[in-house]
């Protein structure tokens, strides 16, 4: 990995009841705080914890495709254990040997590792289960507050030098299932 950009891992063990809510909850809270368009805020109950979330179309849309790829990954495999990893970059010029511009590449600045693990709680252990997912997500959204408000996570941002859309730099969502990127 590049130690030249921030990179923040939030652990979490699933459940089959609440995988997909809890994924989905976690990467709009992350969109959430990392998005600097205007941003229309909606929030998310998950285990009496409210996440907030991003109320566009396009993030929308892309959340939900990739938390269903991970869904079907860890359901059609063996391996019950994966990462969705959020990229954000910026667009810098490509230049050639003698400076020459031949185009744009995508830098990263900054990088969001879930790591999510599969488990199925025994009916009698449910309870405790929850109140340690919940655990962990309040967990989860105070790494988010304190990385995103401190002046490593501040100074990470480059300069925003395109104000229009919801997010002036390229956002990559990469879902993992048993090392192999799927989607």
Do not use: C
């Not at 990954?73 to 031949?102: C, D, H, L, P």
């Not at 989860?140 to 995103?148: D, P, S």
């Amino acid at each position: 990995m590049n130690p030249n950009f921030p990179t923040v891992t939030i652990d979490v063990i699933l459940d089959r009841h609440s995988a997909k809510e809890v994924l989905t909850a976690i990467l709009h809270s992350i969109l959430f705080h990392r998005l600097f368009g205007t941003v229309k805020p909606q929030t998310f109950e998950v285990l009496d914890v409210t996440m907030p979330g991003v109320s566009d179309p396009e993030m929308e849309q892309l959340v939900t495709e990739k938390v269903d790829i991970f869904w079907k990954g860890i359901e059609s495999g063996a391996n019950k254990r994966g990462q969705m990893i959020v990229t954000f970059s910026e667009k810098r010029a490509k230049k050639s040997w003698f400076q020459v511009y031949v185009g744009e590449e995508e830098v990263p600045w900054e990088q969001w590792i879930v790591n999510a693990e599969m488990r199925q709680p025994k009916s009698e252990d449910r309870q405790e289960f929850n109140a340690n997912l919940a655990s962990t997500l309040l967990k989860a959204l105070n790494v988010m507050l304190t990385h995103t408000s401190s002046e490593r996570g501040r100074t990470a941002v480059p300069l925003i030098t395109n104000a229009t859309g919801i997010s002036p730099f390229p956002i990559k969502i990469a879902v993992k299932v048993g090392g192999v990127e799927l989607g």
